[in-house]
């Protein structure tokens, strides 16, 4: 029966999702950094696709240039590389 | 004076593993190859006559994420043994997994000389920051409440927060690092992909990516890469291969 699930329905499930998802672009560079479908769940979001595991997202509120009373767009961005210093010993 | 120690992880029996170190060979000697042995006991002693640590510790033995795998025993093994008379002249350790290759004959020169220009302690392939991210590993981590704690217990760091991935396999350190992450008390659960850059990162080391070096690594299987291909792109090193090619470098 898993293996069933596994084999047939899964990539099936991935495929429709996969289909109905965007582009995820980063805020501040507007590169493409992802592809999953969102879908508002219960007061939050959910992230689905296929390659959702291997981001790494950071959610970010977009500045906008229009004083709105009534809508905000959240986006995504990336931490930059890795790039501290060594920390001197005592 | 740079010398590398060379640590292979394999698990491999007596035929396999002879035709791997056949193929380091190639890029360097045998007295810099250490064989980190995560298979059985039996097949242990059988193995050829190189320098060689048996790393009994269970938890390299589990499911890689969902278990938390760990590489702690590989680390402590490995430092037990660079800490034996006559192994102090390695100043650097490569840690490679049995399934990621040299391709190039001058990788120790290349990997020494990629850390200066990067200033580091360590270097890593697909090395980022992953905290407060959509990572998988860091959110599954985030549901132990001692995770976080556990940074910020050993951290020297201002930002305790900081967590950071790479892949292990192919990663490169200095003598002090390797040997400080190794003393470390792993005293929590961690996946090997975060627990070996962040404690070497929360003890005070500059951990970096190999940039574009790591063109040829991937975390998992991918159509048509080879130890050929890898070689026209100007890698280093190539993983995953699955089966040790014939041909030598």
Redesign the interface.
């Known amino acids: 029966m898993k293996d069933y699930k596994q084999l047939l329905l899964r990539p099936l499930f991935v495929g429709m999702i996969n289909l109905l998802s965007s582009n995820i672009r980063d805020v501040d560079t507007g590169e493409c950094i992802g592809r999953a479908l969102l879908i508002p769940w219960r007061g939050r979001i959910l992230?689905l696709g296929a390659g959702?595991?291997g981001?790494?997202?950071?959610p970010k509120f977009c500045a906008q240039k229009r004083l709105t009373f009534w809508k905000c767009e959240l986006g995504f961005t990336?931490?930059?590389?890795?790039?501290?210093?060594?920390?001197?010993?005592s | 004076m740079s010398r590398v120690l060379n640590v292979i992880l394999s698990h491999q029996p007596r035929v396999d593993l002879e035709r791997l170190l056949e193929w380091w060979s190639s890029c360097t000697a045998a007295e810099n190859l250490l064989v980190s042995y995560g298979g059985t006991e039996e097949e242990f002693e059988k193995l050829p006559d190189v320098s060689r640590v048996f790393v009994s510790d269970p938890q390299l033995r589990v499911d890689k994420v969902r278990e938390k795998q760990s590489y702690a025993g590989v680390w402590r093994a490995a430092a037990q043994w660079l800490a034996e008379k006559g192994n102090e002249s390695f100043t650097h350790v490569y840690f490679a997994e049995f399934d990621h290759l040299p391709i190039v004959p001058d990788l120790a020169a290349k990997l020494v000389e990629r850390m200066e220009e990067e200033?580091a302690?360590t270097l890593g392939h697909h090395?980022?920051?992953?905290d407060?991210?959509?990572?998988?590993h860091?959110l599954y981590h985030l549901s132990d409440p001692g995770f976080m704690e556990f940074w910020r217990r050993i951290s020297?760091?201002s930002n305790k927060q900081?967590v950071?991935?790479m892949l292990s396999t192919g990663s490169f350190w200095t003598r002090k690092a390797f040997m400080e992450v190794a003393v470390q008390q792993q005293e929590i659960l961690v996946y090997l992909e975060i627990y070996l850059p962040t404690v070497a990162?929360h003890l005070?080391?500059?951990?970096?990516?190999f940039r574009d070096q790591s063109r040829c690594v991937f975390p998992v299987l991918v159509q048509g890469l080879s130890v050929d291909g890898a070689r026209q792109k100007g890698c280093w090193t190539v993983h995953p291969i699955k089966k040790c090619p014939l041909v030598q470098v």
């Open positions: 992230i959702v595991a981001y790494a997202l950071v990336r931490h930059p590389a890795p790039d501290y210093p060594r920390e001197p010993r | 200033q302690d090395l980022r920051r992953i407060g991210t959509s990572n998988v860091y020297m760091r900081v950071l991935g990162h005070g080391f500059r951990v970096r990516d």
